[in-house]
């Protein structure tokens, strides 16, 4: 029943990343982009990772997403069709891309894995004592460097985005 | 670990989406788009971290703390590389990249 | 006793010319003239005394004549024996040079500043001097080859720099270019001999190289062999084309003619009686080697260049109408006259005859050859031209001119009992004793000579008058004075016993004027003043119907036989055209081509690869994948 589930999950992600990356439409890109992350959020609940399902839901299905289709409402047309790549660019690009997946393939299947027998499921207080502890296996540093990292990117953000009332002026 | 599914299929399936999206970045011609192309590639790799973790390493937590992490700075990656995209619009009106080649010989 | 004091001969000139040097703004015109003229009164005094003192004090031991070395410090050591020195050498040779150079130099400073009145430089000219006076006297007091090489090239600039004082006339400029190239390249063959004898005698010093027996070790080592001739003759010829380049010696000849571009008591001092005659020094100096080696090879090429250059200048001369160019002439001829005198001489004793008879001619030339040039000069001073079409009659207004060109020109002749006649003389004794057509040659140059000389004198100061615009007057006293001194040497000069004095082999012996010979050349010399007499006493055309009569063989010689052109036809059509054109062209299509090609292939292959740095990160991240997955199949492929 899983192993069903998991194939229809990634037949589905595969065939709208596709979409998402050939689209002519910009809006129907991101919306193909977002099955793909909600895709994966789904992939994550299947092997019991549920916070981090939650997360990958709230974040990128729930903010980045909204982030892009403001930024195209704000820069673009909604209507107006992207601009297709040459063909021999987009024959080349795809040629590249399937050498890279074939190798990478072949080199994933010729390594044998020493798959684990026990199943653990990871709980959120697992995952927050690691943030917070900061011994051996304590990630309090990156915690709060990714923190500060956030931050800069708002306000730096801010600022790059600001109108300059100068220039305006003028 | 999904009953049924082996670490190999998982990997195809991350490796298939972490292409698509190489692809994209290269062919796409708009810059909104040639980013979401990197959405997908991050997803991948973060997918990586926790399908690792899952099969491999039971028992350890950094699969998924570095997934967060992953999430956490393409948040921030996004946030800013659309500030800059709408700036850079303001200034040249456009988002075309055939436009905006200012790095040309 | 202490020589030290001889460094003073050539330090006061250099002194001299750097002080008017640098104070070329400062000095107004006479008083740069007086400041010169009383260094090298200094330096004259100071060198007649040396000279004087050598000769009769301490100069000779136990009859002979030593080489004294009154100054000499190491410059540049090489090895024990091979070493640079910087010097003051005292022998009979550098004795005489001693008189000659600071007489003539003192009489043409005089002159100077009566002939170069009102002339704009007239500073650069007396500093000029000064420059040439010291590198003149460097050369002949030289202890060593390289030293000499130094002073020579030194008398080639100053000659260089007074030729083209004229700096705005352009064929002054391009005579001072012509002497200094021809010489220049002569000279290129004198370093190449040093460097031979540096090389195989390994030493430069005159009092090695002149020693008997080390010459005969050299004779002695049969190793030293190139092209059936010992190397060391071999640096002995080119030696020579090094002396034949100063001293205006066929084919080197070019550039003296033109030399007369420069002021004449530049041609006076530098031109007839002190640069000029370095060639003769040169080889005087090595006469021990030019004799022993081989038997003497070198020494004969020496005598039939000279016999060679002494009838050739004497025909081009009677062509000439520059009087200045008729001297120039005389001057190439008198010098082959002196080396003929050093080709036909032997060593020992009276055998060498030729030698002191050489340098008795050169000391006797300088003298009246000067005179000619000064009285040249105070002839050209009066009528503003060079050429003797618009001379004549000039006795009248001219007197001591006159008289003391009159009297130049007897000495030259070889008329007794002024100088010339007894250096002529010797000369020819010591050609009939060892070189029969040398003498030949030697004696038809005396009729010449008495010929042209006669032609020129009774051309300027008789023939007729021509309409002067303004009448001639006679030069001032600064002009005279010196004319009058050098007259008086030039009647008295022929009665010093120089073979007491110079020798070839430093031996004084004595010598004694074989009447027969005397009468011959006497003879002959009375043939050519009638034979010009009759030509150029009064107007008339004969020698005008001569001209015709001879017509090409004329025009060939008052073309200079054409030796110019031949010069010209070699470097231009030949070397220029030909050789260098074919380098040229090589330079400019394969070497500049392969340069621009390469330069040319990098600008093509840019321009068509440029596109791939399109400015787009899109086509970057392809690239940089692409070659990250070609170096993983590298790798893979390595591994497996």
Sequence with gaps: MERIIFYIISILMIVFAVMSVSNRNIMRSIIYLLFVLIGIAGLYFMVQFYFLGAVQLTVYAGGIIVLYVNSIMLVEKINNPLDVTKFWKRLLAGAIATTGAGLTLVAIWSHNFKEATVSKEIGINEIGKAFLSYGDKGYILPFEVISILLLAAMVGAIVIAKTNKVKESN | MISGVSIYEILTVSTIIFFIGIYGFVTRKNLIAMLMSVELILNSAALNFVIINKYLFPEAVEGAIFSIFIIAVAAAETALALAIIINLYRLVMSLKTDELETMKF | ?640
Excluded: C
């Design chain 3, 1 to 640: 006793m202490d020589l030290t004091y001889t460094v003073l001969i050539p330090l006061i000139p250099l002194f001299m010319f750097l002080f008017l040097g640098f104070n070329y703004k400062r000095l107004k015109e006479p008083i740069s003239g007086y400041i010169g003229t009383a260094g090298l009164l200094v330096t004259a005094l100071l060198s007649f005394y040396t000279s004087y003192q050598y000769f009769f004090n301490y100069g000779k031991v136990d009859g002979v004549y030593q080489k004294i070395y009154a100054y000499n410090t190491v410059w540049i050591h090489f090895t024990e024996t091979l070493h640079i020195d910087m010097g003051v050498l005292l022998d009979p040779l550098s004795a005489v040079m001693l008189i000659v150079v600071p007489l003539i130099s003192l009489m043409v400073h005089i002159y100077s500043i009566g002939y170069m009145h009102k002339e704009p430089g007239f500073t650069r000219f007396f500093a000029f001097l000064s420059l040439f006076t010291f590198s003149m006297l460097g050369l002949v007091l030289s202890t060593n080859l390289f030293q000499i090489y130094i002073f020579w090239e030194m008398v080639g600039v100053s000659s260089y720099l007074l030729i083209g004082y004229y700096f705005e006339k352009p064929s002054a400029i391009l005579a001072a270019k012509k002497a200094f190239i021809v010489t220049r390249f002569a000279d290129f063959g004198f370093l190449v001999g040093i460097l031979i004898m540096s090389y195989y005698a390994e030493t430069f010093d005159f009092k090695v190289l002149t020693n008997v027996e080390f010459i005969q070790t050299l004779i002695a080592n049969k190793e030293l062999t190139f092209v059936g001739l010992s190397v060391i003759t071999w640096g002995l010829i080119l030696i020579f084309i090094g002396g034949a380049g100063k001293s205006a010696m066929f084919p080197l000849h070019i550039w003296l003619p033109d030399a007369m571009e420069g002021p004449t008591p530049v041609s006076a001092l530098i031109h007839a009686a002190t640069m000029v005659v370095a060639g003769v020094f040169l080889v005087a100096r090595l006469f021990p080697m030019y004799y022993f080696m081989d038997d003497g090879f070198a020494l004969e090429i020496v005598a039939w260049v000279g016999a060679f250059t002494t009838i050739f200048a004497a025909i081009i001369a009677i062509t000439q109408y520059d009087i200045k160019r008729v001297l120039a002439f005389s001057t190439m001829s008198q010098i082959g006259y002196m080396m003929l005198a050093l080709g036909v001489s032997g060593y020992e004793g009276h055998e060498g005859l030729g030698f002191m008879a050489s340098f008795f001619h050169l000391f006797t030339h300088a003298m009246f050859k000067a005179l000619l040039f000064l009285g040249a000069g105070s002839i050209i001073h009066a009528v503003h031209s060079n050429y003797m079409q618009d001379m004549g009659g000039l006795r009248i207004y001219m007197p001591i001119t006159n008289i003391t060109f009159l009297l130049a020109a007897l000495a030259i002749s070889g008329i007794p009992p002024f100088a010339g006649f007894f250096s002529k003389d010797e000369i020819l004794a010591a050609a009939f004793e060892h070189n029969m057509p040398v003498f030949v040659i030697g004696y038809i140059v005396a009729g010449m000579t008495a010929f042209y000389m006669f032609r020129l004198y009774f051309r300027i100061f008789w023939w007729s008058n021509p309409e002067y615009k303004h009448a001639p007057h006679e030069a001032p006293k600064f002009m005279t004075i010196p004319l009058i001194i050098l007259a008086i040497m030039t009647v008295g000069a022929g009665f010093i016993p120089f073979s007491e004095l110079v020798s070839a082999d430093n031996t004084p012996f004595h010598s004694h004027i074989e009447w027969g010979l005397a009468g011959a050349s006497i003879a002959a010399g009375v043939i050519g003043i009638l034979l010009a007499y009759v030509f150029y006493k009064k107007e008339n055309d004969l020698s005008q119907r001569f001209t015709v009569a001879f017509g090409r063989v004329h025009k060939w010689a008052y073309n200079k036989f054409y030796i110019d052109e031949i010069y010209f036809f070699i470097t231009k059509t030949i070397i220029f055209k030909y050789i260098s054109g074919s380098f040229a062209w090589f330079d400019k299509n394969v070497v500049d081509g392969s340069m621009n090609g390469i330069g040319n292939s990098t600008v093509w292959i840019s321009t068509k690869i440029k596109g791939l740095q399109s400015g787009k990160i899109q086509d970057y991240a392809m690239f940089f994948i692409s070659g990250v997955f070609m170096l993983i199949m590298i790798v893979w492929l390595l591994l497996n």
